[in-house]
């Protein structure tokens, strides 16, 4: 299994970015789908997540109304579609899932096995 996460770079404050997770080795309509990211010297925290039959989502505080989970089992990807961000935003995101089908999304790393490699998101204000 392996969670591949694309789209990151360097934004203005206001401007909008789309983050993708391809998945290999398993399909992803079988597994919810977790969106954390860690800034320089803080922990790694939830932002957004998605239960594997879509009817339940989650959003941080400090991201609802601006950022979107969601999944497309076609092209086997999970992606987070951010908006109008600041700089309060800036942080590598990772996306995970969680080992066994059909478990729900939870705010707790050490319950996630798979971990994509992490996509830079920098906001300059």
């Known amino acids: 299994v392996q969670l591949q996460a694309s789209g990151g770079g360097l934004v203005q404050a206001g401007e909008s970015l789309r983050i993708s997770c391809a998945v290999s080795g398993r399909s992803v309509s079988r597994y919810a789908v977790a969106w954390f990211r860690q800034a320089p010297g803080k922990e790694r925290e939830l932002v957004a997540a998605?239960?594997?039959?879509?009817?339940?989502?989650y959003y941080a505080d400090s991201v609802k109304g601006r950022f979107t989970i969601s999944k497309d089992s076609a092209k086997n990807t999970a992606y987070l579609q951010m908006n109008s961000l600041n700089p309060g935003d800036t942080a590598v995101y990772y996306c995970?899932?969680?080992?066994?089908?059909?478990?729900?999304?939870?705010?707790?790393?050490?319950?996630?096995?798979?971990w994509g490699q992490g996509t830079l998101v920098t906001v300059s204000s």
């Open positions: 995970a899932q969680r080992e066994r089908p059909w478990t729900e999304f939870t705010r707790f790393t050490p319950d996630y096995k798979y």
């Open positions: 998605l239960s594997w039959s879509e009817t339940y989502t």
